[in-house]
């Protein structure tokens, strides 16, 4: 099960954190990967990675808020790849530069694009261009990364809980339009999480108290969640936003 050999997949934000780890993993199963990130510098060691474990790895470095820069670089991947994106995973989300904790009426509001633009027109713009070639061929997965955040409304990131929502309910839409064209199109909300080591073990602490599970996310808790909606194995799953969060809400 979960064999993505002959199938290529597209990740945004794929030059560390999660996109990283979503990128080992499909490429575990026999996917070739396209790498996108706004580094080059960061997607270029992770293919070097890929390609030495015995993978097929490529990168498509742009904005994804830019669409003329992403179609660009996602021709040239395909080009360089030598076929289509049959999976796209929407995993980009948190703006270069990061993002702080504040309620709304603290937050500056020349800041708030940052996170429509990246969330919001990141993911149309990635839709746009990638969808076509799926539905020409009878066989996509799209899956976008989006927020407990944004899906029970935490305190403290209410424009990026507001941006990933959008993400949210466009896979929705999406669904309903393209599914019976075979492309199916989800959500995976994601509580809280780091690389291994990332948190000090009074922060973990702190947090992890509003989890079920007593601790905060990994990586590796996540990209398996991401493999089996991409796989054939999800062919009747779709319009659905799966929580992956470790029990931080349980509805
Ligand atoms: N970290 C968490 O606790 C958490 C919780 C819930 C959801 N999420 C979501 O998980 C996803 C991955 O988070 P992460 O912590 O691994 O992120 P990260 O910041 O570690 O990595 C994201 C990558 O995306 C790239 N990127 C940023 N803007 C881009 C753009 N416009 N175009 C192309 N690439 C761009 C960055 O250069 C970076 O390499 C995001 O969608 C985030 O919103 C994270």
Same mark, same amino acid.
């Given at each position: 099960?979960?064999?993505?050999?002959?199938?290529t997949a597209f990740i945004?934000?794929?030059?560390?954190?999660?996109?990283?780890?979503?990128?080992?993993?499909l490429?575990?199963?026999?996917a070739?990967v396209?790498?996108?990130?706004?580094?080059?510098?960061?997607?270029?060691?992770?293919?070097?990675?890929?390609?030495?474990?015995?993978?097929?790895?490529?990168?498509?470095?742009?904005?994804?808020?830019?669409?003329?820069?992403?179609?660009?670089?996602?021709?040239?991947?395909?080009?360089?790849?030598?076929?289509?994106?049959?999976i796209?995973?929407?995993?980009?989300?948190?703006?270069?530069?990061?993002?702080?904790?504040?309620?709304?009426?603290?937050?500056?509001?020349?800041?708030?694009?940052?996170?429509?633009?990246?969330?919001?027109?990141?993911?149309?713009?990635?839709?746009?261009?990638?969808?076509?070639?799926? %539905?020409?061929?009878?066989?996509?997965?799209?899956?976008?990364?989006?927020?407990?955040?944004?899906?029970?409304?935490?305190?403290?990131?209410?424009?990026?809980?507001?941006?990933?929502?959008?993400?949210?309910?466009?896979?929705?839409?999406?669904?309903?339009?393209?599914?019976?064209?075979?492309?199916?199109?989800?959500? %995976?909300?994601?509580?809280?999480?780091?690389?291994?080591?990332?948190?000090?073990?009074?922060?973990?602490?702190?947090?992890?108290?509003?989890?079920?599970?007593?601790?905060?996310?990994?990586?590796?808790?996540?990209?398996?969640?991401?493999?089996?909606?991409?796989?054939?194995?999800?062919?009747?799953?779709?319009?659905?936003?799966?929580?992956?969060?470790?029990?931080?809400?349980?509805?």
């Amino acid at each position: 099960m979960f064999d993505l050999t002959g199938r290529t997949a597209f990740i945004t934000g794929a030059g560390q954190g999660l996109g990283a780890q979503i990128a080992r993993t499909l490429s575990e199963q026999g996917a070739a990967v396209i790498l996108n990130d706004l580094f080059a510098e960061r997607a270029d060691a992770v293919a070097a990675e890929l390609n030495a474990a015995g993978g097929k790895a490529v990168t498509a470095i742009a904005d994804i808020s830019d669409l003329e820069a992403l179609k660009a670089a996602k021709n040239d991947a395909e080009s360089e790849i030598g076929s289509g994106v049959d999976i796209l995973v929407n995993n980009a989300g948190i703006p270069a530069g990061g993002m702080a904790l504040e309620k709304f009426l603290d937050t500056d509001p020349t800041t708030w694009h940052r996170q429509v633009d990246l969330n919001g027109y990141g993911t149309f713009n990635t839709c746009y261009v990638i969808m076509p070639g799926m %539905i020409d061929r009878g066989w996509g997965r799209i899956v976008t990364i989006v927020s407990e955040g944004g899906r029970i409304g935490d305190p403290g990131i209410a424009v990026y809980g507001a941006a990933k929502a959008m993400g949210m309910a466009f896979m929705k839409s999406l669904a309903n339009e393209y599914s019976r064209f075979g492309v199916n199109c989800n959500s %995976i909300s994601l509580g809280t999480f780091g690389a291994p080591g990332a948190f000090s073990e009074e922060m973990q602490a702190k947090m992890a108290r509003n989890y079920a599970t007593k601790r905060l996310g990994t990586w590796t808790d996540i990209a398996p969640a991401v493999l089996w909606l991409v796989s054939e194995e999800a062919g009747w799953v779709t319009g659905q936003t799966v929580p992956v969060n470790g029990g931080y809400a349980t509805s």
